[in-house]
């Protein structure tokens, strides 16, 4: 069967030769025995068309102000994002920080000094004040190593979704990084995607 929408590829039209790729789902639920997800369904459930539709929710966080330095936020999240995130058994969760001057990372949720360590070494490979080499200083000599401090840690986060929960390591934990001396409330717009 042909698509009826055209199929781009890194900006170049699909040659009308090329069919769309078709995969099946090998997804199986972890209290399953060696069955695939498709054995699971009967003839006539598949007929009734009782697979899982996909589904969205997305919600815009609003974060306190916190001073500079790196922030465990996980329980701040899951507080805002849980009801949500309990309707999914499998899929993805996408946060996304709405700032330039700030980042999202995961790292380590137990031990504080990892976070303290962490702001260290990055004051330490970004210089700052009115003596370094930067030329955009109209917001203040921390501003311009606080873009740079974004840059290389990012504005967002892809976390998997397994049974309602953020399917993170043990000792992972969502981190703000907040690169401003002046303390500012962060957005970050998480999007929930799955089954």
């Keep these: 069967m042909q698509a009826s929408a055209t199929t781009w590829i ?3 039209k699909t040659p009308p030769s090329v069919q769309p790729l078709r995969l099946r789902s090998s997804y199986r639920p972890a209290n399953a025995s060696s ?3 498709a054995d699971s ?3 006539s459930s598949l007929m009734a068309g009782a697979v899982a539709t996909p589904k969205w929710a997305q919600k815009t966080i609003t974060l306190p102000p916190q001073r500079r330095g790196c ?4 329980s701040k999240v899951l507080k805002e994002i849980g009801q949500d995130l309990s309707e ?3 899929g993805l969760a996408h946060l996304f920080l709405h700032h330039t001057s700030a980042s999202l990372t995961i790292n380590e949720n137990y031990d ?3 976070r303290v360590d962490t702001e260290t070494f990055l004051n ?5 004040g009115y003596s370094a080499p930067w030329k955009h200083t109209l917001e203040g000599p921390d501003d311009m190593p606080a873009h740079i401090k974004s840059s290389m840690f990012g504005c967002s986060l892809t976390i998997p ?4 929960k953020l399917n993170m390591g043990t000792w992972q934990g969502i981190w703000l990084c907040e690169h401003r001396d002046a303390p500012t409330a962060r957005k970050v717009v998480v999007t929930l995607n799955g089954v």
């Design 124 to 128: 330490k490979i970004v210089p700052e």
């Design 10 to 12: 890194l900006g170049a």
């Design 112 to 114: 504080s000094d990892v």
């Design 88 to 90: 999914f058994k499998c």
């Design 161 to 164: 979704i397994t049974d309602g």
């Design 71 to 74: 922030h465990l936020i996980t």
């Design 35 to 37: 069955t695939t997800v």
């Design 41 to 43: 369904f009967s003839s």
